[in-house]
Nanobody, 121 residues
Framework: QVQLVGSGGGLVQAGGSLRLSCAAS????????MGWYRQVPGEQRESVAR???????NYADSVKGRFTITRDNAKNTVYLQMNSLKPEDTAVYYC???????????????WGQGTQVTVSS
């Protein structure tokens, strides 16, 4: 069974920093793209940042220059370094990964449980 477990959220003042982590575990053959999404109550989940298996990245315009996504393929882990945080970054952050399980070798999207990030003004 494959699962993603995220961590690192919390409460921070505007201008501060947080680092989110998300580790994939289980019987994994390979991991394709990994990413972070966020959701505010009453709104749709939006993509924040994504990184391919080769290390190419893309970001939402709202976080460019402030957030950095990286991954450690040896640890099956993706990170999101968030700097210069703003109150509008407040949301539940979810990690996502396209994973090929050893069980059947069909790729699928997996989600972490979500971690709350709150930025106070």
């Amino acid at each position: 069974q494959v699962q993603l477990v995220g961590s690192g959220g919390g409460l921070v003042q505007a201008g501060g920093s947080l680092r989110l982590s998300c580790a994939a575990s289980g019987s994994i053959f390979s991991i394709n793209a990994m990413g972070w999404y966020r959701q505010v109550p009453g709104e749709q989940r939006e993509s924040v940042a994504r990184i391919t298996s080769g290390g190419s990245t893309n970001y939402a315009d709202s976080v460019k220059g402030r957030f950095t996504i990286t991954r450690d393929n040896a640890k099956n882990t993706v990170y999101l370094q968030m700097n210069s945080l703003k109150p509008e970054d407040t949301a539940v952050y979810y990690c996502n990964a396209n994973i090929v399980p050893r069980l059947h070798f069909f790729p699928g999207d997996y989600w972490g449980q979500g971690t709350q990030v709150t930025v106070s003004s």
